[in-house]
């Protein structure tokens, strides 16, 4: 019976370190139990972050997509900048050429109107010598008629003598 005893207290014994044990193991589920779901809250959690984050990427991506793109516009547009400066630049040295071409052309035209007015005085100047000589002429003409008349009465008397 000492056996039995023995035994038994041994089996007392050994359900009370199976019920300290079991105690135990359920302490730890617990916490394994709040472990888990504190994990999966957080597997949660990060999910969401993630799909945030994703979507962040993708705005970030389309924002660096039309960055480029405005790049490449402004590139263009400072390039089409440059051409245009360029050629505004030649135009303005041709309107500085053509502008002291015209400056010399009125020049040259006022001496020309000066020439002009001065032949216009020669010739208003030659006209009225021209009417002077003519008139003289006409004079002359008249005085040689007269004197060639006279010679001939002069010469038909004569004759008739």
């Known amino acids: ?3 039995i005893k023995e035994k ?3 089996l007392k014994l050994e359900a009370e370190t199976w019920q300290d044990k079991y105690e135990e193991l359920k302490d730890q589920y617990k916490e394994l139990e709040q472990g888990n779901t504190e994990k999966e809250n957080q597997i949660k959690s990060l999910t969401v972050k993630n799909e ?4 962040e990427v993708e705005n970030l991506e389309s924002q660096l997509a039309e960055s480029k793109q405005l ?3 402004s590139t263009n547009l400072q390039s089409t900048n440059e051409n245009l400066n360029k050629k505004n630049e030649t ?3 041709d309107l500085e050429e053509t502008d002291s071409k015209l400056k ?3 020049e040259k035209l006022r001496d020309a109107d000066l020439r ?3 032949l216009e005085k020669r010739l208003v100047a030659l006209e009225n010598e021209k009417d002077q000589l003519e008139e003289k002429n006409q004079e002359l003409e008249s005085q040689y008629l007269q004197a060639k008349n006279e010679l001939d009465e002069i010469a038909n008397s ?3 003598l």
């Open 116 to 118: 002009v007015e001065q």
């Open 104 to 106: 010399e052309t009125i």
């Open 91 to 93: 135009l303005e040295n």
């Open 1 to 3: 019976m000492d056996k």
């Open 71 to 73: 790049g490449e516009d």
């Open 8 to 10: 038994l207290q041994n």
């Open 158 to 160: 004569l004759e008739n």
């Open 52 to 55: 945030q984050l994703e979507t």
